[in-house]
């Protein structure tokens, strides 16, 4: 599976992007899916994750009420809405592909990472 992340940007803070995230090779729509992030000097973090069938989703502290994420199991795309945005949202936002078919916080559990796409807030 190749991953692609798409939709970062420059964006003002209290502003909004998409993320999205598409697969090549094959499906991932019976995987778990989650959004990780790192900004320049810190460790890679959890966003938000989505099981198989959108039915249960996991957000960070952080993300909890600005972001959105969801999937489209038939176009094989899952989505990242951000919201609100602030200056400590800026980072490569990576899309991965968890091996089971629920999405979790732990790094360990995904086996397909995209490239990342840059999001930079301005203040």
């Known amino acids: 599976v190749q991953l692609q992340a798409s939709g970062g940007g420059l964006v003002q803070a209290g502003g909004s992007l998409r993320l999205s995230c598409a697969a090549s090779?094959?499906?991932?729509?019976?995987?778990?899916v989650g959004w990780f992030r790192q900004a320049p000097g810190k460790e890679r973090e959890f966003v938000a994750g989505?099981?198989?069938?959108?039915?249960?989703?996991l957000y960070a502290d952080s993300a909890k009420g600005r972001f959105t994420i969801s999937r489209d199991r038939v176009k094989n795309m899952v989505y990242l809405q951000m919201g609100t945005l602030k200056p400590d949202d800026a980072a490569v936002y990576y899309c991965?592909?968890?091996?089971?078919?629920?999405?979790?916080?732990?790094?360990?559990?995904?086996?397909?990472w995209g490239q990342g796409t840059l999001v930079t807030v301005s203040s």
């Open positions: 090779g094959r499906t991932f729509s019976n995987n778990g």
């Open positions: 991965a592909v968890h091996t089971s078919a629920y999405a979790n916080r732990r790094e360990d559990g995904y086996r397909y």
């Open positions: 989505v099981n198989w069938n959108g039915g249960s989703i």
